[in-house]
């Protein structure tokens, strides 16, 4: 087995240690030895406690509220394990925070996909392993390698044991149209679209439908759920134009504000979610699936360890 590095250890920050366990029991290594704490300031302390020199190491850690500390914890626990010799350092963000600034939208506008994406490079990560970036192109904001794994087939795996006949995909947006279209192609569905205007920031105002979903079971697809106005208004459209019972699912459920209230009182039956953002127990309400990435991060570190093809996970 050609690799880069002598073993794997597997660190993890605080933003989502039950999801970096998992990851560590799929590949039956166990968790490396680190505090990440503050001092008494609120400034991030980092300690490796054992020896990472000439090792491939992965730190698992997604750049979720609270964002700032999410993303300071990967940062110097980069330094820290750079500056321990470590063989190579990959960065896992299974949900890459800061993404939907990915470009100049209006004038002097800040781009902070490409800002976070150059700081984890001059942190000394030397790769990086992502989940459903919020748009694929920020992977080239980025000057070294990065793999991108995709949620979908997780998603449309949960639906397949359902068995659900008479299936639509709904896009909630035109440019979510890519995401439905992989995701119908999983189970062979047609896909309609909303067409929509937003006012603000943060508020949505649903215009009309492409598609026909009378008489439908419809599946909402996005990549994340923030304040869930979206999806929660878009599932209200569906029902009013006659779709029978509304399903939703995202990969990353940030689920911020009023998101839990909104999905508990939106007609949708089920939102299923994956665990690339940590739930705290008080959002995990009854309408809410989670579905574990642990097995495809696992199978990823293990393929970039022995240096195999990652993209071979979803041909």
Not at 66 to 82: F, H, Q, R
Not at 110 to 118: E, S
Not at 136 to 160: C, M, R, S
Request: proline share 4%; charged share 25%; aromatic share 4%.
């Amino acid at each position: 087995m050609n690799t880069s590095g002598s073993e794997i250890k597997i660190f993890s920050g605080n933003s989502n240690l039950e999801l970096a366990k998992k990851i560590a029991e799929n590949l039956n290594v166990p968790m490396g030895n680190a505090n990440v704490g503050t001092f008494s300031d609120g400034e991030i302390m980092v300690n490796i406690n054992e020896t990472v020199r000439g090792t491939d190491v992965f730190v698992i850690q997604s750049t979720n509220s609270p964002v700032n500390n999410n993303l300071m914890e990967l940062l110097i626990m980069i330094d820290a394990l750079k500056r321990a010799s470590a063989g190579r350092i990959t960065a896992v963000i299974p949900y890459y925070g800061y993404a939907r600034q990915d470009r100049k939208a209006k004038a002097r506008d800040p781009i902070t996909a490409k800002l976070v994406a150059d700081i984890i490079t001059a942190a000394g990560a030397d790769r990086v392993l992502t989940m459903d970036l919020h748009a694929a192109q920020i992977q080239g904001y980025f000057n070294i390698p990065v793999d991108h794994l995709l949620g979908v087939p997780i998603l449309a795996e949960y639906f397949k044991e359902k068995g659900l006949d008479d299936l639509v995909v709904v896009s909630p947006d035109l440019g979510s149209v890519t995401r439905a279209r992989n995701f119908a192609n999983h189970l062979d569905t047609p896909i309609a679209i909303i067409d929509k205007r937003r006012p603000k920031a943060n508020v949505s105002e649903v215009m009309n439908i492409i598609g026909d979903i009378e008489g439908k079971n419809v599946i909402l697809i996005d990549d994340m759920i923030d304040t869930a106005g979206t999806i929660a208004n878009a599932a209200k459209a569906l029902k009013d134009h006659g779709a029978k019972d509304v399903y939703a699912c995202c990969t990353h459920p940030v689920l911020s504000g009023p998101a839990v209230e909104r999905i508990q009182n939106s007609p949708i039956k089920e939102l299923i979610v994956l665990d690339t953002i940590l739930l705290p127990e008080e959002k995990r309400i009854d309408k809410i699936k989670i579905k574990s990435v642990a097995p495809v991060f696992a199978q990823a570190i293990r393929k970039i360890f022995a240096n195999e093809s990652v993209s071979s996970l979803f041909d």
